[in-house]
């Protein structure tokens, strides 16, 4: 399994910006992507980025607003996150796949990250 910990969050005012980081201990997977979940919601697909190639994909709520991407250097992945509005509160998971998939479906990924949480006012 990748060990994936996760960085960043907090509380952001609408319209703000924040950026997540995850360290990858062993960053050698297919797909890597970063998920969001709300209390009694399925966890559900924010972007993703596959290594070979350097593809990236996002939900279409957070278009043109999240970037994903990858410092290979230092193993980190990150999520800046800009214009952000009260409905991205979440708790925002980075995860990776050594398969590959649907971007998108929990399934797909194998290792996730503990979990940060990003609180929009």
């Known amino acids: 399994d990748v060990q994936l910990v996760e960085s960043g969050g907090g509380s952001v005012h609408a319209g703000g910006s924040t950026r997540l980081a995850c360290v990858l201990a062993?960053?050698?997977?297919?797909?890597m992507g970063w998920f969001r979940q709300v209390p009694g919601k399925e966890r559900e697909g924010v972007a993703s980025?596959?290594?070979?190639?350097?593809?990236?994909a996002y939900a279409d709520s957070v278009k043109d607003r999240f970037v994903i991407s990858l410092d290979g250097a230092k193993g980190i992945l990150y999520l800046q996150m800009n214009s952000l509005r009260p409905e991205d509160t979440a708790t925002y998971y980075c995860a990776g796949s050594q398969t590959g998939g649907l971007w998108n479906v929990a399934g797909t990924y194998d290792s996730w990250g503990q979990g940060t949480q990003v609180t929009v006012s």
């Open positions: 980025l596959s290594t070979v190639g350097s593809i990236t």
């Open positions: 062993d960053y050698n997977s297919k797909c």
